[in-house]
């Protein structure tokens, strides 16, 4: 239930028992594994070897944030694409579609199996300072359409997309990196202009989302969407007919000030399925360590526990380890430089 970051470019031993011993069955890819696609393509395998020998435990989720435009983990060679907002200025259907299907298929290549996008958000306010070209477009519909289109490019890449950042990041005017945003708009408003694209992706058949740590006083005036029931069971699951993961953003963001203990209780109780931690290995060991006391102590049910895991267990059956095997990355990233180019075309600033 937890996604971790790690350091180093090959295996290590700290890696390994973060698999091997703690059982983490996710990783968060940075540039800090990055060398070049051969050395992490040999990485990957490494790191999937580990648990491919035991028939009852299913490969890890090899995560990465790569959008295109400034939030892009892995650097050349792979390729760069110009940020998501000029999907929208282009308007198309298709073009969205090979965008999701291009990038998919480079990370395949590579051994990624879940990458961080679409950002779902509708850029509705225009000084957010965190989202900007990050969302697709300010207008729901295109947002909604253009979303889903990704959504199917990249799952028949075979690689799982994760929808973001629920319920809408868009309306901000603080970074959630840096502070705990509010959206003080009504409820209405929100189900309006916000909730369409999420809406749209779930039927569509998205089944990972990742929450936002933003207050909506409309629905809850105390917690952020990530510890929020009324957020991510009434309206996600219950109004949504959401079924899939709900995974936390990085809890190490100061947007987040809960102590690293207090996590699990909140979260679970929230409906948080994947709870994920991107640098600080200590706070993966004092959250999980956690979670096992809550769980033993009787604070978190131990049916809370087994619903997420069977959610997890769902979505690992997409995920086929060897699929990298056939697919030629050089011909893929001279496919996908032509599809950066088309896409370049219609930015704008």
């Known amino acids: 239930m937890i996604v971790s970051g790690f350091e180093g470019t ?14 983490i069955g996710g990783l968060i890819l940075f540039e800090r594994n990055y060398k070049n696609p051969d050395q992490l393509r040999q990485l990957i395998e490494d790191l999937q070897s580990l648990t491919a020998q035991i028939p009852e435990v299913p490969p890890l989720f090899i995560s990465v944030d790569q959008e295109g435009g400034r939030v892009a983990r892995l650097g050349s060679p792979l390729t760069r694409f110009p940020p998501m907002s000029c999907l929208g200025q282009a308007d198309s259907n298709d073009l969205a579609y090979r965008f999701g299907l291009g990038m998919g298929k480079e990370l395949r290549a590579v051994g990624v199996n879940m990458d961080y996008a679409p950002v779902l958000d509708v850029h509705s306010n225009p000084a957010n300072p965190i989202i900007g070209h990050r969302a697709l477009d300010s207008d729901t519909e ?3 359409r253009l979303g889903t289109e990704l959504i199917r490019g990249f799952y028949d890449a075979g690689v799982i997309p994760v929808g973001k950042h629920f319920p809408g990041h868009g309306d901000t005017s603080q970074d959630s990196h840096l502070t705990l945003p509010r959206v003080e708009r009504a409820r209405n408003s929100l189900e309006e202009i916000e909730l369409p694209p999420f809406a749209r992706a779930i039927k569509q058949g998205l089944e990972v989302l990742m929450t936002a740590h933003v207050i909506y006083p409309a629905w809850d005036e105390k917690q952020p969407a990530t510890f929020s029931p009324t957020i991510l069971i009434d309206v996600l699951r219950k109004s949504l007919g ?7 953003d990085d809890l190490e963001m100061k947007a987040i000030q809960d102590k690293p203990e207090s996590i699990p209780l909140l979260g679970t109780n929230a409906g948080i399925d994947l709870f994920l931690i991107c640098h600080d290995l200590e706070k993966v060991n004092i959250l999980q360590n956690a979670m096992i006391q809550d769980i033993e102590r009787g604070l978190i049910q131990q049916s809370t526990i087994d619903q997420s895991l069977a959610r997890i267990f769902k979505v690992k059956k997409r995920l086929r380890t060897s699929e990298n095997t056939d697919l030629d990355l050089e011909d ?15 930015f704008k600033e």
């Open 242 to 248: 959401f079924e899939g993961l709900v995974m936390s």
């Open 142 to 144: 295109k947002v909604a």
């Open 332 to 346: 893929i990233l001279q496919e996908n430089h032509k599809l950066a180019q088309e896409m370049r075309e219609y």
């Open 10 to 23: 090959s295996l290590n031993s700290r890696t390994e028992e973060l698999i091997v011993k703690q059982g």
